[in-house]
């Protein structure tokens, strides 16, 4: 079987793995939204109904208004029953409510059989959600036995593939380096039947080549260079070779394809003059032409055959050392535009894949929140200790899904270059005092005092975009609470420096080790040892915000003695 048959079936059945257990875990995420619909429908208008119900009772005296309000609410319960036993009790409100007006026990009876109902459809919910929760549970179960088997699967390849690969290349490297050495007796033998084999051959082939003009310095030579001129002209990637001069020496089909120059018009011609009326060969030769201060495009966007594709160029000096000399002189440049079209789509695919995930699960996690306050809502009936805490560790990890989620989103439109800035003079005192107030509750749960300092004025404006500029802070606050010991201080500090607003974090925690301070606005970095909690992204987002500004932002920090996390801004006109 050829190598890249191999290859095909390898990478095909880690890709169908990947299909399976992403088709699994769509079906089981949409039967568990289904399910955690049929929680929060009829159950909860039935509940919404009786409350209202018991608003109505309460009115005193119960006017003609409210009996009628009363007489709405029982027949939408009528048409509102689900549960064994609601039917029943519904019947007897009914018949209660038709004495309200001349028996004053009916009332009573009424808010009774309303209370009954409630509680019906309260224990209800607890049981669906329960069923929901095993189903989850289940659905987990799957998706873990699939993963493990693909774990093991991908793993087996994982030691296998590589070594099938590497192997015969290694092997190969090995006569190249005899041949290389003037050992022409070296060969190749791969007993399997793929490109390796046909690779063999050929190279068994110039060795054999390499022993009959061994004698002839002149023959050598010529088949070196027709090997290397085969090689160069059959890669994929454009190549352009100069001399010192910078005349061209070699140009192969690839370059010729885009750049739409055929080798008559090239070769051997002076690079600056052909580049005067070709772009695309301008913009390759650029970085030879520039000063030290001067930067030029790494990256080039090139339509072939009416599509659209990226190339890395690299410029490679060829040094070569002459005959007795020690040290290499340079003999030309080798420029060679590789072609990263594949990566440039799968960076924009992942891009876009985060950003749509993201912003679909903002959705049900609003939902999970909503029905949490509900549970926590006292006219839905008292919850036990238990189940209290298991409210409140919903409402947790709600809280910091949407979190995490808001983070990718803010990451998606930093890596997608379109962050969008709406800067206006901003009172800086004003920004704090929200910011404070904000986060007034998460300080004093730790028995923290957040305090300004300005140092000189404190009338000073920034020139920001006042929601980003909230929103960096925000993070470097409650960072700053979150990591500070109970009863210590958390100081803003607000200080002009020329033509720039420096805004300072600072707190009385660990602080941040030496070793870590120059990746601590790296994406996904987390210190080791802290918190397993958020993405890692936060700091990130914060010094691209900060950039995107015109600003900056840095930290310094002592180990043991905290952290002081610096905003510089533009001061506003």
């Not at 084999?197 to 060795?207: D, K, R």
């Not at 394809?257 to 030769?285: E, P």
């Not at 036990?384 to 990451?411: C, G």
């Amino acid at each position: 079987m050829r190598l890249r048959s191999k290859l095909y079936i390898a990478i095909g059945f880690l890709f169908s793995l990947v299909v399976a257990l992403g088709a699994l875990s769509i079906y089981f995420l949409n039967r568990s939204n289904q399910d955690s619909r049929s929680v929060l429908q009829a159950n909860l208008n039935s509940i919404r109904y009786m409350s209202d119900l018991f608003d109505e009772l309460n009115q005193v005296p119960l006017s003609d208004s409210s009996h009628h309000k009363i007489e709405k609410l029982i027949s939408n319960q009528e048409h509102n029953i689900t549960e064994e036993g609601e039917k029943e009790l519904t019947t007897l409100l009914r018949k209660n409510f038709s004495g309200l007006k001349t028996d004053s026990g009916s009332k009573i009876r009424m808010e009774e059989v309303a209370n009954d109902i409630l509680q019906l459809n309260s224990e209800a919910i607890q049981r669906k959600t329960n069923a929901m929760e095993r189903s989850t549970e289940n659905a987990l179960i799957w998706l873990s036995f699939i993963g493990g088997i693909s774990f093991l699967l991908s793993f087996t390849l994982f030691l296998n593939l590589p070594g099938a690969i590497a192997n015969p290349i290694e092997e190969m490297i090995e006569s190249v380096r005899a041949i290389a050495s003037q050992d022409y007796s070296k060969r190749l033998h791969f007993k399997e039947h793929h490109e390796y084999s046909i690779l063999a051959q050929s190279f068994n082939t110039m060795a054999e080549e390499l022993e009959k003009f061994q004698a002839s310095n002149i023959q050598k030579l010529l088949v070196e260079k027709s090997r290397i001129d085969a090689l160069i002209n059959n890669l994929q990637d454009p190549v352009l070779v100069l001399d010192q001069q910078n005349n061209v020496v070699f140009y192969n089909d690839a370059a010729e394809k885009i750049t739409a120059v055929s080798r008559d018009q090239i070769l051997g011609k002076y690079i600056q003059d052909v580049a005067v009326n070709n772009d695309l060969i301008r913009a390759m030769i650029k970085e030879l032409f520039l000063t030290k201060t001067e930067e030029a495009a790494s990256t080039l966007k090139i339509a072939v055959e009416g599509k659209e594709r990226f190339y890395q160029k690299q410029l490679i000096p060829i040094k070569v050392a002459r005959t007795g000399g020690e040290t290499a002189e340079p003999m030309g440049t080798l420029i060679l535009l590789q072609n990263i079209t594949t990566y440039k789509e799968l960076d924009v695919a992942k891009t876009n894949f985060i950003a749509t995930v993201s912003h679909e699960l903002k959705t049900p996690i609003a939902s999970i929140q909503l029905s949490t306050q509900l549970l926590d809502n006292k006219r839905m009936g008292n919850l036990s200790d238990e189940q209290s805490q298991l409210v409140n560790s919903i409402k947790e990890d709600a809280a910091r899904l949407l979190k995490i989620t808001s983070e990718l989103l803010n990451m998606t439109q930093v890596e997608t270059g379109v962050i969008q800035l709406k800067a206006s003079g901003v009172v800086v005192n004003d920004m704090l005092f929200d910011l404070i107030e904000r986060n007034k509750l998460m300080a004093e749960s730790k028995q923290i005092r957040v305090v300004r300092e300005f140092v000189g004025e404190t009338d000073l404006k920034i020139w920001a975009d006042e929601e980003k500029t909230s929103w960096v802070l925000n993070n470097l606050l409650t960072n700053a609470i979150k990591y500070s010991p109970e009863k210590s201080e958390v100081k803003i500090k607000v200080e002009k420096k020329e033509k720039q607003v420096w805004i300072s974090v600072v707190d009385q925690g660990k602080g941040v080790q030496p070793q870590y301070l120059d990746k601590i606005f790296d994406r996904y970095f987390r210190i080791p040892g802290s918190e397993k909690e958020g993405t890692g992204l936060g700091l990130s987002i914060c010094r691209e915000f900060m950039e995107a500004q015109g600003g900056s932002i840095s930290v310094k920090s002592e180990y043991g003695m905290g952290a002081e996390f610096v905003l510089k801004v533009g001061l506003s006109t």
